[in-house]
Nanobody, 119 residues
Framework: QVQLVESGGGSVQAGGSLRLSCAAS?????MAWFRQAPGTEREGVAT???????MYADSVKGRFTISKDDAKNTLYLQMNDLTPDDTSMYFC?????????????????WGQGTQVTVS
């Protein structure tokens, strides 16, 4: 089992920044951030594997940065230049699959989510 606890969400004006954190009981081969707005599918935002290789959704490239602190078992998502389209519940996810994926089905462990609202 892997426990994931997100924090750092909140309300911010367009153009602002937020940093989300995800405290993990342990890392898995792939860690990721997903988001879901009301009435929409949960979508992948960014992934990072054990070698710190990252992937980003096209909608956040150049604005969001995923990183991890191995000493603290903490995953981060730095979000800059936020727009109202970024308003969503953000979830931390962990997968034991050998490679990162955008498929929700490949992630076995999920946090409870943290709300980000951009106005």
């Amino acid at each position: 089992q892997v426990q994931l606890v997100e924090s750092g969400g909140g309300s911010v004006q367009a153009g602002g920044s937020l940093r989300l954190s995800c405290a993990a009981s342990r890392y898995t081969s792939c860690m990721a951030w997903f988001r879901q707005a009301p009435g929409t599918e949960r979508e992948g935002v960014a992934t990072i594997d054990r070698r710190a290789i990252t992937m980003y959704a096209d909608s956040v490239k150049g604005r969001f940065t995923i990183s991890k602190d191995d000493a603290k078992n903490t995953l981060y998502l730095q979000m800059n230049d936020l727009t109202p389209d970024d308003t969503s519940m953000y979830f931390c996810a962990a997968s034991v699959q050998p490679y990162c994926s955008w498929s929700r089905d490949k992630y076995q462990f999920w946090g409870q989510g943290t709300q980000v609202t951009v106005s």
